[in-house]
């Protein structure tokens, strides 16, 4: 009978033992589980910033990475900042369980099912395009597409044109894009406009860790120091890459309020500016966007790989995520100090509906 007991007791405690260790080898997830993780829900993972919920129940409730307060950070983290939601959000996560080099993983992993997908869609378009069929199909998508922006414009609005200056500054810059000035400089009015606003609302401010901030900032470095290099060698080997590169790099920066934000930009650039296509093709690479798991950003690399093949849409995938995954890790222990003040966000916001609002116009 004690043998019984003390056998029942040795198998609870190696049970016990075991639970720990999966409780501690969850919380502090290797390289590999974390970009095996979110490889799994980012190719199952759709509609646009909808995709952030299924990260927070991945993330906070089945693998307890981090808890609700954390992520909720997170997520204001990258609202804030300019690139697609679900992305940043991907590497703020990884961010938090193992570092710059965790933040790599799950936004590699994040972001690989839809790069693989529309690589074979695009190569797929190129050989079936001009096909009566597939010419139908596509002229249904595009007025679906032209909705979807309506509805993201007309839905941003109402959720942050709150205020008088909210509605002043989004009509100076409606008025802006019907006169056709160009979208970056009316960006970058909104900004200073929003700083004049927003002067004096203001909230106490808070300090950042300085271990902290080193921990973070020499991987950024590092990064950062590999792109310029990388983006040397294009300029000498290949002008025409370095060109597509630097634009998509451009866009994402400029790409407030999410992934929708880049699609008027890299339309103006792609379509207006440069005429590297027409604005059926664009839209072509929008709808194929939209049917593809991850953001809509994705188009990137449509562009990207009907302008130079395979290697154009590799080079315009890296560098329309590269800027927006560099501020998220670069900005994270910063951020206690940047969201304390109301008349940086709202800037930030403002910004983003002038960029929906000329893709409406």
Not at 1 to 20: N, P, Q, R, V, W
Not at 36 to 56: E, H, K
Request: aromatic letters at 14%; charged letters at 10%.
């Amino acid at each position: 009978m004690k043998l019984c007991k003390k056998t029942i007791g040795i198998a609870g405690e190696e049970d016990s033992m075991k639970h720990s260790q999966y409780q501690q080898d969850d919380k502090n997830p290797s390289l590999t589980y974390l970009f095996t993780s979110f490889l799994r829900l980012g190719a199952t993972s759709f509609g646009g910033p909808a995709m952030v919920a299924y990260i927070r129940k991945m993330a906070v409730e089945q693998k307890h990475w981090l808890d609700e307060e954390s992520f909720r950070y997170g997520v204001a983290l990258c609202q804030t900042i300019p690139g697609a939601t679900a992305m940043q959000t991907s590497a703020y996560v990884g961010l938090r369980a193992r570092g710059v080099a965790g933040a790599l993983a799950s936004f590699a992993g994040f972001g690989l099912p839809a790069f693989i997908i529309m690589i074979a869609l695009s190569a797929l378009y190129l050989r079936t395009y001009s096909l009566p069929t597939v010419v139908s199909a596509f002229n249904g998508l595009q007025a679906i597409i032209v909705a979807i922006v309506a509805n993201a414009t007309v839905s941003f609005g109402r959720s942050y044109l709150k205020k008088w200056r909210d509605i002043v500054i989004a009509v100076a810059a409606a008025s802006m894009f019907v006169w056709g000035v160009n979208p970056i400089m009316i960006i970058l009015l909104a900004a200073l406009l929003g700083l004049v606003l927003y002067n004096r609302q203001t909230f106490p401010q808070q300090t950042a860790d300085s271990a902290s901030n080193s921990f973070f900032t020499r991987p950024v470095l590092l990064i950062l120091s590999a792109a310029t290099i990388g983006f040397v060698i294009l300029f000498f080997v290949h002008r025409g890459l370095f060109d597509l590169a630097a634009l998509m790099f451009r866009i994402d920066l400029f790409a407030f309020g999410g992934g929708f934000a880049s699609v008027p930009l890299m339309f103006h650039e792609i379509v207006e500016v440069r005429s590297w296509m027409d604005g059926l093709t664009f839209l072509n690479g929008i709808a194929l966007g939209q049917v593809t798991p991850g953001p809509i950003v994705i188009t990137a690399t449509f562009i990207g790989y009907l302008l130079y093949g395979p290697v154009g849409g590799v080079i315009a995938t890296i560098s329309v995520f590269l800027p927006s995954f560099l501020i998220v890790v670069g900005i994270a222990p910063y951020f206690d100090r940047l969201r304390t003040s109301l008349h940086s966000t709202s800037t930030m916001l403002l910004m983003a509906y002038c960029v929906l609002l000329w893709g409406f116009f």
